[in-house]
């Protein structure tokens, strides 16, 4: 077991070095600082053990997509890591009817895509800073639509705004913090990290506070950069392929 947990951790340095390493060369090609550009581990169907080897390694940003495997993931990595503070994000896409414990374990959600999920978030980060089961409000990302797909989830563009000012008048309990789109499939990722960066101007422009843009993941993390990305989603170039959600 030592042995393989030794081999493990090998594996996640080598795929770090390499993955911190395209962001840096992503960074300098589009004259930015490589400190501009987060990395956001996404662990989903691998292992609390693996994400406790991913905070050893110093990835405290981690992903989940679903309520389901996150909730009994983050108490798990808690326990093997009690004196690191990771701050979980929630990246999927979120029925109203899982808020109240996504309002539990997550720092971060960055699949808001409407009003009605706003006020279902609002609702359960109140109760829960009530019941002691959390301490301040909850950032959250507006997730915007490039390709309009309905089952992927996201916000129109051109209703980014009214949904920007229904997080902003949850105020006490939601803070926003920008953008996240997913690329659409099949097509070039460029010119919609394109239209994402225009986007993302507008909304700046009405909300300063909102300078996240979460783009970018293993496949397509250098088009992202170049076009303004702030946080890169990397699950396969981390974690290799699909993993089990328990040892």
Same mark, same amino acid.
Request: glycine content about 10%.
């Given at each position: 077991?030592?042995?393989?947990?030794?081999?493990?951790?090998?594996?996640?340095?080598?795929?770090?070095?390499?993955?911190?390493?395209?962001?840096?060369?992503?960074?300098?090609?589009?004259?930015?600082?490589?400190?501009?550009?987060?990395?956001?581990?996404?662990? +989903?169907?691998?292992?609390?053990?693996?994400?406790?080897?991913?905070?050893?390694?110093?990835?405290?940003?981690?992903?989940? /997509?679903?309520?389901?495997?996150?909730?009994? +993931?983050?108490?798990?990595?808690?326990?093997?890591?009690?004196?690191?503070?990771?701050?979980? @994000?929630?990246?999927?896409?979120?029925?109203? /009817?899982?808020?109240?414990?996504?309002?539990?374990?997550?720092?971060?959600?960055?699949?808001?895509?409407?009003?009605?999920?706003?006020?279902?978030?609002?609702?359960?980060?109140?109760?829960?800073?009530?019941?002691?089961?959390?301490?301040?409000?909850?950032?959250?990302?507006?997730?915007?639509?490039?390709?309009?797909?309905?089952?992927?989830?996201?916000?129109?563009?051109?209703?980014?705004?009214?949904?920007?000012?229904?997080?902003?008048?949850?105020?006490?309990?939601?803070?926003?913090?920008?953008?996240?789109?997913?690329?659409?499939?099949?097509?070039?990722?460029?010119?919609?990290?394109?239209?994402?960066?225009?986007?993302?101007?507008?909304?700046?422009?009405? @909300?300063?506070?909102?300078?996240?843009?979460?783009?970018?993941?293993?496949?397509?993390?250098?088009?992202?950069?170049?076009?303004?990305?702030?946080?890169?989603?990397?699950?396969?170039?981390?974690?290799?392929?699909?993993?089990?959600?328990?040892?």
């Amino acid at each position: 077991m030592q042995d393989h947990a030794g081999a493990r951790r090998a594996e996640l340095a080598d795929a770090l070095a390499a993955v911190r390493d395209r962001i840096d060369r992503a960074c300098a090609a589009a004259g930015r600082a490589p400190g501009e550009v987060r990395l956001l581990a996404v662990t +989903k169907t691998f292992p609390a053990y693996d994400a406790a080897l991913l905070a050893d390694l110093g990835v405290t940003d981690l992903a989940e /997509n679903r309520d389901q495997e996150a909730a009994g +993931k983050v108490r798990e990595v808690a326990g093997l890591r009690p004196d690191t503070p990771i701050r979980w @994000h929630m990246v999927g896409r979120l029925q109203r /009817n899982k808020a109240r414990s996504v309002a539990r374990w997550a720092a971060e959600v960055q699949s808001v895509d409407s009003p009605r999920l706003v006020a279902a978030l609002a609702r359960s980060v109140r109760t829960a800073v009530e019941a002691g089961e959390r301490e301040g409000p909850l950032d959250v990302l507006l997730q915007a639509s490039l390709d309009a797909a309905p089952g992927r989830g996201g916000c129109p563009l051109d209703e980014l705004g009214r949904l920007a000012a229904s997080v902003t008048h949850e105020g006490d309990f939601l803070r926003l913090r920008g953008l996240m789109a997913v690329a659409p499939l099949g097509v070039d990722p460029e010119p919609e990290f394109a239209r994402l960066a225009v986007a993302a101007e507008g909304l700046r422009r009405d @909300h300063p506070e909102a300078t996240e843009v979460s783009a970018g993941m293993s496949g397509d993390l250098e088009q992202a950069v170049a076009h303004g990305s702030t946080c890169v989603r990397v699950g396969t170039a981390l974690l290799g392929g699909r993993g089990l959600a328990s040892p």
